[in-house]
């Protein structure tokens, strides 16, 4: 993978979905902060980028539950 400067945002834990806020990953310190994560997609085999921006977006706007282990 191409080197890119990884991006690093300050999770704010309290907007969490509830279900999240009852698991070990509330916490945990290693999820107090997102960051970009590179990947390469398994179906087109190109690197992608998933950005601590839209992790953020996933986890405290839409609710959605995160887990980076499943990446």
Same mark, same amino acid.
């Given at each position: 993978m191409s080197e890119i400067k990884p991006?690093?945002?300050k999770a704010n834990k309290?907007?969490?979905?509830? =279900?999240? +806020?009852?698991?070990?990953?509330f916490h945990d310190p290693l999820f107090d902060f997102y960051y970009d994560i590179q990947y390469v997609c398994? +179906?087109?085999?190109k690197e992608a980028v998933w950005s601590a921006e839209q992790q953020k977006?996933? =986890?405290e706007v839409l609710k959605s539950v995160l887990r980076k282990s499943s990446l």
């Open positions: 991006n690093k945002i309290e907007l969490w979905p509830e =279900a999240v +806020k009852n698991s070990h990953d398994r +179906k087109c085999k977006h996933e =986890a």
